[in-house]
């Protein structure tokens, strides 16, 4: 009995050890840390502020906390991604991660400062890092307050890394958490290969694997993405009196230091029926896939194509997931892809589908 007692005590006192080990392995970066709130716009546009401000943590050389994606609640960067996979490119750490485990011993409470982009001639007192939506809850969730504000008027390249460090240096300011992402939007072209670097989570893979081979028992299918809905029919309205190049994330498929090609169409922003049947049509025709899976925000169209390729026998899917991010993994996994070049939701596919050189095309172009 003694002896038997003496067992467990002996294995409680070694697991209380090796928990205590496991915490002090997680390494403290003597370079700090940077969060940032992705507070701008839906799945695609966060994805693009992501990139840039990966890329940025590595130029300031501070492990990133990776934010948690913003939707009605903070969704944890590891329930669609790998965390793991970052670390080919960087040093990060989840932000739930950090919140649990360091946060109280390098970033105590009392110490949380936010930072803020602003013009020089702006008071401090517009510096709110937790005002509205969803920046209260972002940090929130992650129970972070603030007690003091800091603006800056730097950029985020690399010829402003060294001012970054001479204002804010690490032992000073461990922690940078920004109101913003450090980054622009539509994102910098040469950012886009960081892409390579976000694999999706198992528990996505699953549902893709499975609806591959409910919708199309595992054969070919062409994805196509109808981008819709009101907000973007009105988005789109007016878009050739701006005559750019550049509106939101069409620099995907115009390039901007060519003088050759067109600015942004109407047709390109917000391409009709016929649009959208021609080029299926051409698509269907050269590939010969038949299967065809729809992702909109809106309408479908699948009576138009069923009835328009009646003669290629199209079987066309929609899925209308509850997540929209499973249509992303859906159209990232196709054989042959047709988006939106003005949508970033567009934009993460093309990036992902560009690493593994499968094929894509938009709306509006000749091909
Ligand atoms: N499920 C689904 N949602 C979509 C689709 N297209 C747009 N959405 C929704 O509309 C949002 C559009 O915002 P965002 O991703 O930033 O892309 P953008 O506005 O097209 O540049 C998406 O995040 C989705 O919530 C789609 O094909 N499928
Ligand atoms: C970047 O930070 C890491 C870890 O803190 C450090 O080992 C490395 O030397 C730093 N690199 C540069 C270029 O300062
Ligand atoms: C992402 O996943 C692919 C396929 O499983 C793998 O080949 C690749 O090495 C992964 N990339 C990273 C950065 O982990
Ligand atoms: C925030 O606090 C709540 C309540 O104490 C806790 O359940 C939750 O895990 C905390 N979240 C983080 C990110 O630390
Ligand atoms: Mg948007």
Known sequence: MNFYLFGIIIISLSFVIQVKTEQELQDIDPNGYIIFCLCMGRFGNQAEHFLGGLAFAKLINRTLIVPPWRTFKNIPYSEWFQIESLRSYHRVIDAQDFM??????????????????????????????????????????????????????????????HQWQQLFPADHYPVLALKGAPASFPMLAQYRQLQKYMNWSEQIM????????????????????????????????????????????????????SSTHTYVTHKICYPSDDEILRLLKNIILRTRIHNIYVATDKRPMIKEIEEHLA??????????????VIDVAMLTHANYFIGNCVSSFTSFVKRARDVYDLPSAFWGFSN
């Open 100 to 161: 649990e485990n360091l946060a109280s011993q390098i970033w105590p409470p009392e110490s949380r400062i936010g930072f803020c982009w602003l013009p020089v001639d702006r008071p401090k007192s517009e510096c709110q890092m937790k005002e509205g939506n969803p920046f209260e809850s972002f940090w929130n969730e992650l129970n972070v307050s603030f007690v003091d504000t800091i603006t800056y008027q730097l950029n985020y390249d690399e010829y402003s890394i």
């Open 206 to 257: 699953n549902e893709v694997r499975q609806h591959q081979k409910q919708l199309f028992n595992n054969k070919p299918y062409i994805g196509i993405h109808l981008r819709n809905n009101i907000d973007w029919e009105r988005s789109c309205a007016d878009v050739e009196s701006f005559k750019t190049r550049s509106y939101m994330a069409s620099p995907q498929c115009l390039d901007l230091s």
């Open 311 to 324: 003669a290629q026998h199209v079987h066309v899917k929609h899925l209308d997931p509850w997540l929209p």
